[in-house]
Nanobody, 118 residues
Framework: QVQLVESGGGLVQAGESLGLSCVASRSIFSRFVMAWYRQAPGKQRELVASMTTSGSTTYTASVKGRFTISRDNARNTVSLQMNFLKPEDTAVYYC????????????WGQGTQVTVSS
């Protein structure tokens, strides 16, 4: 089993920045495809950003140029730096670890609330 613990959520005003972090409990972290998802009230969970084991990244269109995903395999950590936040970024943000090339399991964190006021 892999446990993921997110931190860094909070309440900010539009235009401000916030950083999220997610720490994994296992040292096999480097083999996971890591990602951040979010879910706003009444909406489906959506992929925000992902980073492969080789460092390739993808972003949903609405956050391109504002959000940056990064990972530190030595510290089993993935981060999401969010700049120029908008009220529509308000959601619960989840960290995920996709072990697609080995066990096939995907692990999830408990989520952290991000609220952006206008």
């Amino acid at each position: 089993q892999v446990q993921l613990v997110e931190s860094g959520g909070g309440l900010v005003q539009a235009g401000e920045s916030l950083g999220l972090s997610c720490v994994a409990s296992r040292s096999i972290f480097s083999r996971f495809v890591m990602a951040w998802y979010r879910q706003a009230p009444g909406k489906q969970r959506e992929l925000v950003a992902s980073m492969t084991t080789s460092g390739s990244t993808t972003y949903t269109a609405s956050v391109k140029g504002r959000f940056t995903i990064s990972r530190d395999n030595a510290r089993n950590t993935v981060s999401l730096q969010m700049n120029f936040l908008k009220p529509e970024d308000t959601a619960v943000y989840y960290c995920s670890a996709d072990d697609r090339f080995y066990s096939g399991n995907t692990y999830w964190g408990q989520g952290t609330q991000v609220t952006v006021s206008s």
